[in-house]
């Protein structure tokens, strides 16, 4: 039987299983190298097929420093993980040194990327869709512009309206083919690779299609949604608030005009940056959560991490 391995998303093979079983003690092949032969209908990681490369009835792991799919016999326990005997010294070292380290359930150490670092990827991300951004609505701001070098009005016209109706939905798929493609090809999009950062399952291994298409619904979408109603909630909160006392100052005036232009200078003030700061919290909660996960990481089973 001949397999082939994938580095980098570089193809190497053919090789036989003894061979297969050499590069993964070497640690070449690791246990979330994926791996492939003829009859098989995709990639897996190693770890899957790990078992009948060393034979049945062979009970193994995931070294817990190197990655390697080894011999539970070969290795000694950490916990709920396992070390490979010559590894442990080294394993114990750098989790004294690094100390936002910690082990996923498949025994992988996972260096978790800090909050403020995700900012700035979002930030990248963020430039980076002002391309297809462009490309989508700027027809309908050309024909705008058209429009008003003719002196047609100031109504928008119907075919800057049209090409405003087509470029919202051509933005989204835009926005999701480019966040799940890249994270499901290369770990990661470019505000990721920027950083230094990938997008992993919580055992360390990749993202498939599914969840990658999942991940950005979740972000995008219902982290969205979710900002929008409490942005709502806490501008009417605030609004009607400031309106109640301002007509309750004026009682010579029961004018809702009045109200209304006094509370709508508080709602700019404290409805708008508190609504922001709690809708945000759906992102918030990476800053505090230990594996540093946004809600969309919780629903989704992702983490993100240094390379």
């Known amino acids: 039987m001949t397999w082939y391995y994938a580095i980098d998303d570089q193809k190497h093979g053919p090789v036989s299983d003894a061979d297969l079983l050499n590069l993964s003690r070497e640690g070449a092949v690791l246990a979330n190298t994926l791996v492939w032969?003829?009859?098989?209908?995709?990639?897996?990681p190693?770890?899957?097929i790990g078992p009948q490369i060393h034979g049945p009835g062979v009970e193994t792991a995931v070294c817990a420093d190197s990655g390697r799919l080894l011999p539970v016999s070969e290795?000694?326990?950490?916990?709920?993980?396992h070390v490979a005997a010559d590894r442990k010294d080294a394993f114990?070292?750098?989790?004294?040194?690094?100390?936002?380290?910690?082990?996923?359930?498949?025994?992988?150490?996972?260096n978790y990327v800090g909050f403020w670092w995700r900012v700035l990827e979002m930030i990248i991300d963020g430039l980076v869709m002002m391309v297809p951004a462009a490309i989508c609505f700027g027809p309908?701001?050309?024909?705008?512009?058209?429009?008003?070098?003719?002196?047609?009005?100031?109504?928008?016209?119907?075919?800057?309206?049209?090409?405003?109706?087509?470029?919202?939905?051509?933005?989204?798929?835009?926005?999701?083919?480019?966040?799940?493609?890249?994270v499901k090809k290369y770990q990661g999009t470019l505000g990721h690779h920027a950083i230094g950062a990938k997008v992993v399952n919580a055992d360390g291994t990749r993202v498939g299609t599914g969840k990658a298409i999942g991940r950005w619904a979740c972000k995008q979408l219902l982290n969205g949604v979710i900002a929008w109603i409490v942005m709502m909630v806490i501008f009417a909160i605030v609004f009607g608030l400031f309106f109640a006392i301002s007509m309750a100052g004026n009682?010579?005036?029961?004018t809702p005009?009045?109200?209304?232009?006094?509370?709508?200078?508080?709602?700019?003030?404290?409805?708008?940056?508190?609504?922001?700061?709690l809708g945000s919290f759906p992102f918030l909660m990476a800053a505090w959560d230990k594996e540093k996960r946004a809600l969309h990481d919780r629903i989704c089973g992702t983490r993100v991490v240094k390379k």
């Open 37 to 44: 032969r003829e009859g098989q209908a995709d990639w897996l």
């Open 46 to 48: 190693f770890r899957a």
């Open 75 to 81: 290795m000694v326990p950490y916990g709920d993980t």
């Open 257 to 277: 005009g009045t109200g209304i232009i006094m509370a709508l200078p508080f709602m700019m003030l404290i409805g708008y940056p508190l609504g922001i700061l």
């Open 92 to 110: 114990l070292q750098r989790l004294m040194e690094t100390g936002d380290t910690e082990v996923s359930e498949s025994g992988l150490a996972l």
């Open 140 to 182: 309908a701001i050309a024909a705008i512009a058209v429009a008003e070098s003719k002196g047609e009005g100031s109504e928008p016209p119907a075919l800057a309206i049209v090409l405003y109706i087509i470029g919202y939905p051509l933005m989204f798929a835009a926005m999701g083919f480019y966040h799940s493609w890249s």
């Open 251 to 254: 009682e010579g005036d029961d």
